[in-house]
């Protein structure tokens, strides 16, 4: 069956740095876009980034361009967004996410496979 699973989430100082993966099993997703969501307390699940299995284009938040960075190592069905210059308004609850439109998606629901997510927390 397929699985998606997050980890390298924790506890940061603002400034810092963490490197989030998303290990994918079950099937290959060489058509699909892979993106990063987040969701703080009270608020909306938003796209933070995403990449294409294939071919490798990515697409940013506006909020996250030039801090964070999405990858893929296609080999070992895994994306990774290596994030930095964190803020506080980063601290969020993160998920990655596959979806399968031939394009990059920001919409929650053109995703249809969901990891469990992991915690970021980026202290003042």
């Known amino acids: 069956q397929v699985q998606l699973v997050e980890s390298g989430g924790g506890l940061v100082q603002a400034g810092g740095s963490l490197r989030l993966s998303c290990a994918a099993s079950?099937?290959?997703?060489?058509?699909?876009?892979m993106g990063w969501f987040r969701q703080a307390p009270g608020k909306e699940r938003e796209f933070v980034a995403g990449?294409?299995?294939?071919?490798?284009?990515?697409a940013y938040a506006d909020s996250v361009k030039g801090r964070f960075i999405i990858s893929r190592d296609n080999a070992l069905n895994t994306v990774y967004l290596e994030m930095n210059s964190l803020k506080p308004e980063d601290t969020a609850f993160y998920y990655c996410?596959?979806?399968?439109?031939?394009?990059?998606?920001?919409?929650?629901?053109?995703?249809?496979?969901w990891g469990q997510g992991t915690q970021v927390t980026v202290s003042s």
């Open positions: 990449i294409r299995w294939s071919g490798g284009s990515t």
């Open positions: 996410a596959a979806g399968p439109r031939p394009y990059i998606s920001m919409r929650r629901d053109e995703y249809n496979y």
């Open positions: 079950g099937r290959t997703f060489s058509n699909y876009n």
